[in-house]
């Protein structure tokens, strides 16, 4: 099984076994002592680190703007899915915004501590006059900014 790592992963004393991969990025926000310690332990056990490519991050960018979550994950997110896509992998995370993403991909999640993500639609409501959208941006009727909302 290829497991495609998330930090959340890094920090939790959960066993992972397979092909496992993370990101540079996932790499570079390991600031815990105890979190890059199990990087290290991982790295020489066969850990991979490797970057996505173009067109993967791409897909990624349409997936996130479909499900509406494209304004919270980070750049370390998106490489992670983009590396999932690759690999044909499973994302071990933790991060709602990063399953939701997964499953309109079609990537195998595997949750660490938490339970999985249920599948969830972003409304967006404009703080301006109350109209809602299913899309991000700027409002047709006022001009002001959407923003997130259940």
Request: aromatic fraction near 4%.
């Amino acid at each position: 099984m290829n497991l495609v790592l998330d930090a959340s992963a890094f920090f939790a004393e959960v066993p992972l076994s397979g092909v496992l991969s993370t990101t540079p990025r996932v790499v570079e926000e390991l600031r815990d002592l105890r979190a890059k310690g199990r990087f290290e332990t991982l790295l020489a056990a066969g850990l991979r680190v490797e970057s996505p490519g173009r067109d993967s991050l791409l897909r990624v960018e349409e997936a996130a703007g479909r499900t509406g979550d494209a304004g919270v994950l980070s750049p370390a997110d998106r490489d992670l899915l983009a590396l999932a896509l690759e690999r044909e992998g499973t994302v071990v995370t933790d991060d709602f915004a990063v399953q939701n993403t997964a499953r309109e991909l079609g990537i195998p999640i595997q949750p660490i501590l938490r339970r999985r993500a249920r599948r969830i639609r972003w409304k967006f409501r404009c703080p301006g006059c109350g109209a809602t959208s299913d899309k991000p941006g700027s409002c047709p009727v006022c001009g002001s900014m959407r923003e997130r909302s259940h």
